[in-house]
């Protein structure tokens, strides 16, 4: 079920609207981001699902951002689902990426992955492919906010005491983009220790995400202690809402948070 | 690995001895962790408090070198309640006598006054292993890297056969190898004693097979192994070394009785892509390309052969290893004439048994797991699923042995040495990778704080490190990891590097060196 | 602009992670854990994360290097080439083919390690061929 992206990539490549689009593709056996710049050749191109819908996720936005650092002058297509959309919407605001030059091709997500990921908006605003999936709330969230204060934390401090601090939640995560990263900085948690200071280094982690995840749960596939991740953002995601009515990639503009993040910024 | 990474997951109980598994093989972890989700129990045996033996329901620390007692201590608890496999043991074993004669005389008080771990942590892990449906054991070079290596590896196999947990699904006696192709480098003959797919070079049929596919007489006399080698250089029997991609100035145990060897060699060829300090004795040295400058296939520790792809062309002037050796072979005399890896893996295909079904076509996406006998077979997940290659399974009766070092007034403390999660190996390639590098910029001594005290260092001092074989200079850094008595250091920093101290006394069988223990004296460094 | 994802295994441990080194206009620019990785499904520890970062380490070696006068010169491919054959041929004839050893390398592919073990066996005529298979 590509035809209609196809179709739609095809007509931009040709127009000559964009220099490149960067979708999936099924190459060597493996489903992984790839760039598309001949109209003619489209063919293995593909929407990333293998065995289950939306099995193959990659962070596109953040890969357009290496690709648009060293071609600012050029346009480029993007697939997004409805997360990734989120996600250009934030990295607009916060200027890493340049509105005029992406133009995003949307695939709505089906209702399979939009269960999985308790997807709040499982689709774009606009796409080629694809139904409107029913919106889905955070049960994982609810059951652990379920728990009483003290089991709580030490169900977070068991999880986090897995983690091999292979940086994977940052390096996959399409909204870090900080050129300094607190989660290296050495007065605030010690180097070269396994797990890393636990709960300081998900808390830093956490912290900084605030107003800024856009909730695309790559953070969590990407964990090789499988940590639920996601389910931590969606928590802070959810106070930040309720504080400040603000929530990355739904509400418009920048973060209420944005002192905080442009220190990170920088 | 007798099975494979992703059984490890579905086991009932998972047994790590001597592995370091959160840094060396983290992504083996992974599936530890997910069996522990599952309700796995997790025995860690380790004499450090490494970070999975955190996560384990049962660590125990036992003394360096001591392994073969712990293990003789844990089957027999197993055969005096009668938890092991009898029809397992008969159908598919022999040995049994000898080897329960052998068992017999390792009570646990006696193996606890050995090791250093208690009856009752003796019983728990016995229980353990022995009760649950399905047992995995991964072991690493905490079990290998000691005189007793081989002994030590036998007798993880004869616990795993007197439960029966062999041959079937998320079981097994799993080592994971230490470096990414070790089993590939193994399989493709670089040893010896053997051809590609382990076909002894003086087995005639094996000999006329490759005189006939080569082209070419071959010896059938066994070669020198590497420290064979390094003892040849130094009584002049080897005057020509040629070293790829690898630096046993700083890998190889004694390296001030490495650095003589080298330094005695009429011609060094050092083969690498960073300049190191085996390179700098060499008379001539020929720049590599790395991994992401080739084509061609790594073999993982599941028996898993998959593709490298050639991502950007040679930096500099170097040039593919394959083109190196292609052209000084023709310079000898000798034609080669590949024109790719693909072509090479043909010829691989057609003279390896293992991997006589093996193709580039077949190796698009996850790779193929050997033995791959033919174009049709679909690889092999666990081995011995229909018996032992040898037919039935040999029980080996094995006594424990000391360490060929043992700590004395002048070197009262225990050392080894191991591996940390950011760097590798002799750390070429990691301390050239400026994230890594800013994870652990320098090495150190680990060591209990009561040892410490005694010795009045603190927190980061400077220390000086002796052994019978030399001195280094580290920090200290001031844990609970090890007990007291043990002191650890990582072998990745040139500066500080742990070889000088450690102790080239081998397994007799397989020239593995006691990595894992030697006696070393800590001082304050002036 | 040219811009590819290229699929591909770790060179560190033997897990086998597979990823995808991002290359743009010849530069490695990052790496992308492969999800259909049978070891590591989408995962990857610390060191592969970076391992694009020491491949074009400016410490890399680039030309050959012969030993003249005590030091290590740069010197072009068929001088040194030249040199490790003729002095190989040389030892070996005065010696026999046991004068010779050779380490191959579990960093290195599977078909340059049958390379260097056929090199040895078949071109110089011994056995003496071995790796660090044990640390
Ligand atoms: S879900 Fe994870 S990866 Fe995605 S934006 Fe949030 S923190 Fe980043
Ligand atoms: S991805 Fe998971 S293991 Fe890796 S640093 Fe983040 S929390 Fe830790
Ligand atoms: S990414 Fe890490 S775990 Fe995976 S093969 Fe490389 S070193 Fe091993």
Known sequence: MTQNVKKKVKELLESGKIKGFLGLCQKNGHIGPHLFCDPDDLESMVLGDEERPGDSRYPLNKLLIHIARSYPDETFGVLVRGCDERGLKTLYTWNQLNPDKVIPVGVACPQELADACECLRPYPEEFVEGERAEERSSASVTKISGLDVKDRFTSWMKEFARCIKCYGCRDICPMCFCNECSLEAEELIHTGELPPEIPIFHLVRAVHMAGRCIDCGLCNEVCPADIPLRTLYKKVADIIDEEFNYRPGYSEGKSPLNILGSAAEE | ?526 | MDYRTVPTTCTYCGCGCNFFLEVLDGRIIGTIPSKSGPANQGKLCIKGWHVHQFVQSPERLTRPLLRKNGNLSEVSWDEALDYTASRLKEITSAHGSDSAGFFASAKLTNEENYLIQKFARAAVGTNNVDHCARL
């Open chain 2, 1 to 526: 690995m007798t099975n494979s990474i992703a059984e490890v997951e579905d086991a009932e109980c998972i047994f790590v001895i001597g592995s370091n598994t959160t840094s060396s093989h983290p992504l083996v972890a992974t599936r530890i962790f997910r069996a522990k989700e599952k309700g796995a129990k997790l025995i860690v045996a380790d004499p450090r408090e490494v970070h999975i033996a955190k996560l384990a329901d049962l660590h125990v620390q036992h003394n360096l070198g001591t392994d073969v007692a712990l293990l003789n201590g844990i089957m027999h608890v197993i055969l005096e309640r009668n938890w092991h496999d009898r029809s397992f043991i008969e159908e598919r074993t022999e040995g049994f006598d000898d080897f329960k004669r052998v068992i017999d005389r390792y009570p646990p008080d006696k193996v606890a006054e050995i090791t250093g771990v208690s009856p009752e942590d003796i019983l728990r892990i016995a229980e353990y292993y022995a009760s649950a449906g399905t047992a995995s054991i991964l072991y690493c070079m905490g079990i290998t890297q000691h005189t007793t290596g081989v002994d030590n590896v036998k007798s993880l196999a004869n616990l795993a056969m007197l439960t029966g947990n062999v041959g079937k699904e998320s079981t097994g006696v799993n080592p994971l190898r230490g470096q990414n192709n070790v089993q590939g480098a193994c399989d493709m003959g670089g040893l010896p004693n053997v051809y590609p797919g382990y076909q002894p070079v003086n087995m005639l049929d094996s000999q006329k097979k490759f005189e006939s596919a080569w082209n070419a007489t071959l010896s059938d006399r066994v070669g020198l192994t590497i420290p064979d080698m390094l003892s040849g250089l130094m009584d002049g029997s080897l005057k020509a070394l040629y070293v790829i991609g690898e630096n046993p100035l700083m890998s190889d145990p004694d390296s001030h009785h490495v650095e003589k060897a080298l330094k005695g060699a009429e011609l060094l060829v050092v083969q690498d892509i960073f300049m190191t300090p085996t390179a700098e004795l060499a008379h001539v040295v020929l720049p590599g390309a790395s991994f992401a400058e080739k084509d061609g296939t790594f073999t993982n520790t599941e028996r898993r052969v998959l593709r490298v792809r050639k991502a950007i062309e040679p930096v500099g002037e170097s040039r593919t290893d394959w083109e190196i050796i292609q052209d000084i072979s023709n310079r000898l005399g000798y034609a080669m004439d590949y024109d790719g890896p693909e072509e090479i893996m043909k010829e691989i295909a057609a003279v390896t048994p293992s991997y006589g079904g093996i193709s580039y076509d077949r190796l698009e996406g996850p790779g193929l797991q050997w033995p791959c006998p033919d174009p049709e077979h679909p690889g092999t997940k666990f081995l011995h699923k229909d018996g032992f290659a040898r037919g039935k399974g040999l029980f080996h009766a094995i006594e424990y042995q000391e360490p060929a070092e043992v700590v004395d007034e002048e070197y009262p403390l225990w050392m080894t040495t191991g591996r940390v999660h950011v760097h590798y190996h002799t750390g070429t390639m990691t301390r050239n990778s400026p994230s890594l590098h800013a994870e652990m910029p320098e090495g150190y001594l680990e060591m209990n704080h009561r040892d410490a005290a005694r010795l009045g260092i603190c927190q980061g001092d400077l220390v000086s490190v002796t052994s019978r074989r030399g001195t280094i200079n580290v920090k200290t850094q001031i844990t609970e990891r090890v007990r007291e008595g043990v002191v650890f250091m990582p072998f990745h920093f040139v500066e500080s590097s742990a070889n000088v101290l450690t102790n080239p006394a081998y397994d007799p069988v397989v020239k593995i060196p006691e990595y894992k223990v030697c006696a070393v004296r800590v001082e304050k460094a002036a």
